[in-house]
């Protein structure tokens, strides 16, 4: 946990720096595809320390995001298996190396996309669910990239541009309630949205 946190802390001082913007891209990429701390927090510090960039902050960081989630996207689909469905050295190293990713998992992913499809790459951009198990599962069981990339892009957006929109508009006061209550206020919202669609599934 102490490296976690270290790592947190590196990740925060690139908002003190004149590479944040920068900084943020990568993070957002990388986040998308191995690395498990989300661009999140350093997304809130810049908008804090320039509210009048927040939404370029949201654009920056969704571009970054969606760019990492193609090459999740890609590392499924070229390089997570080998002949006869074996799994190839590369999808062994990220069940060993990647925390949360492991086989049962991957295949637990399977049953949610053969049951939600759409939903649930949405609800894994815009829910604090690792994103990076999803993008790399979609290439693996070949979903459709049009799809992915609508509903990640939906997903991401959402997340980001809502989390700048509250420090544009509330200031360093909404900061204590986003890293407390957001994540799970994201959860509520996704359920309820995805609610809404069943019971008009089933209603029409």
Known sequence: MRALRNLYDWVLHWAETPYGAAALFILAFAEASFFPIPPDALLIALALGSRAKAFKFALNCTIGSISGALLGYTIGYFLWWNSGD??????????????GFTEKIFFDIQKLYEA??????????????????????????QINLAAFIIASLVGRAGRF??????I?????????????????????????????FVVIKYLI
């Open 116 to 141: 939600w499809d759409f939903w649930i790459i949405f609800t894994a951009g815009f829910t604090p669910i690792p994103y990076k198990v999803f993008t790399i599962s979609s290439g693996a069981f």
């Open 86 to 99: 074996q799994f190839s050295a590369i999808a062994l190293f990220f069940f060993r190396n990647i925390p």
């Open 161 to 166: 541009f809502l989390v700048s929109f509250l």
């Open 168 to 196: 544009w508009k509330f200031g360093p006061q909404i900061k204590l309630f986003i890293d407390k209550y957001f994540n799970w206020l994201a959860v509520a919202f996704t359920i309820l949205l995805i609610g809404g």
